[in-house]
Nanobody
Framework: QVQLVESGGAWVQPGGSLRLSCAVSGTIFDIYAVGWYRQAPGKERDLVAGIEIEGKANYADSVKGRFTISRDNTKETMYLQMNSLKPEDTAIYYC?????????WGQGTQVTVSS
């Protein structure tokens, strides 16, 4: 069974940076396009960044220019480098596929941006 383990979330002041990691196991990671989602309190879970098998990345307008998604197929891990963080980036961040049936969701990692 596929397992997703997100890590790297923390409390950070506005303008700060964080790097999230997502370890994927139980599947052939390098044949899927994957991405990072986030869910703020009272809101739906939204896709913020996706990365194709060959490495092409796409971003939601709200994070474009600030976030960078990457993947290491040899480690079956994806990353999200988040810079210039804003209070509105506060959410639980999750990783998963970006097309087709989702893998079982992991527990996510909490990112809190406040002063």
């Amino acid at each position: 069974q596929v397992q997703l383990v997100e890590s790297g979330g923390a409390w950070v002041q506005p303008g700060g940076s964080l790097r999230l990691s997502c370890a994927v196991s139980g599947t052939i990671f390098d044949i899927y396009a994957v991405g990072w989602y986030r869910q703020a309190p009272g809101k739906e879970r939204d896709l913020v960044a996706g990365i194709e098998i060959e490495g092409k990345a796409n971003y939601a307008d709200s994070v474009k220019g600030r976030f960078t998604i990457s993947r290491d197929n040899t480690k079956e891990t994806m990353y999200l480098q988040m810079n210039s963080l804003k209070p509105e980036d506060t959410a639980i961040y999750y990783c998963n596929k970006i097309r087709g049936k989702s893998w079982p969701w992991g527990q996510g990692t909490q990112v809190t941006v406040s002063s």
